[in-house]
């Protein structure tokens, strides 16, 4: 039995180290031509307005669901990472989206790949993709060394209806 659970938490160390690497790493699109192409392609975000507000995102080449958000008032390529407690982004994507440096306090510790590091939490006016927009949401601002580009999390997603991965596309309800 305490074998079995040493084994689990093992495991769940592991992937609390490697998920987040993926994650970073997917942002950068790495230096190969295929990530530069996708790089340079539009996300794809197709807004469906049905039986309320969803928009489905179609997996890129390695199953990723990048879309182009809107926050506080800004256009933003987030990389939607159930993952993620919450909506990650890094300082120089803060001051765009009008998040004054000073207001910021790094008093919060964020376990990544490449270790802990420090965040400040900052709450985001408003986020909309689609049909759908969420006001007030919270999320964390960490350095630029320590995320290259928006991850858009839980804090964001558990305010929907319900997501979920269908056909290779993630679909958001709110």
Same mark, same amino acid.
């Given at each position: 039995?305490?074998?079995?659970?040493?084994?689990?938490?093992?495991?769940?160390?592991?992937?609390?180290?490697?998920?987040?690497?993926?994650?970073?790493?997917?942002?950068?699109? /790495?230096?190969?031509? #295929?990530?530069?192409?996708?790089?340079?392609?539009?996300?794809?975000? #197709?807004?469906?307005?049905?039986? /309320?507000?969803?928009?489905?995102?179609?997996?890129?080449?390695?199953?990723?669901?990048?879309?182009?958000?809107?926050?506080? /008032?800004?256009?933003?390529?987030?990389?939607?990472?159930?993952?993620?407690?919450?909506?990650?982004?890094?300082?120089?994507?803060?001051?765009?989206?009008?998040?004054?440096? $000073?207001?910021? $306090?790094?008093?919060?510790?964020?376990?990544?790949?490449?270790?802990?590091?420090?965040?400040?939490?900052?709450?985001?006016?408003?986020?909309?993709?689609?049909?759908?927009?969420?006001?007030?949401?919270?999320?964390?601002?960490?350095?630029?060394?320590?995320?290259?580009?928006?991850?858009?999390?839980?804090?964001?997603?558990?305010?929907?209806? $319900?997501?979920?991965?269908?056909?290779?596309?993630?679909?958001?309800?709110?």
């Amino acid at each position: 039995m305490l074998v079995r659970l040493l084994s689990l938490a093992g495991v769940a160390a592991l992937a609390a180290m490697v998920v987040p690497h993926l994650a970073t790493t997917a942002l950068t699109q /790495g230096g190969n031509k #295929t990530a530069a192409k996708e790089a340079a392609a539009p996300p794809t975000t #197709t807004a469906k307005y049905a039986a /309320g507000r969803s928009v489905v995102l179609d997996a890129d080449g390695r199953g990723h669901f990048f879309g182009t958000f809107r926050i506080n /008032g800004r256009s933003e390529r987030g990389l939607v990472d159930t993952g993620a407690s919450s909506i990650a982004i890094n300082l120089s994507t803060a001051r765009r989206l009008g998040i004054a440096p $000073s207001t910021l $306090s790094f008093t919060a510790r964020v376990n990544t790949a490449n270790g802990v590091v420090e965040a400040a939490p900052a709450m985001l006016n408003r986020i909309e993709i689609g049909g759908i927009s969420v006001r007030d949401v919270q999320a964390l601002v960490l350095s630029d060394k320590a995320l290259s580009g928006t991850l858009i999390g839980m804090t964001f997603l558990n305010r929907l209806s $319900s997501f979920r991965v269908e056909d290779g596309a993630l679909h958001l309800v709110r």
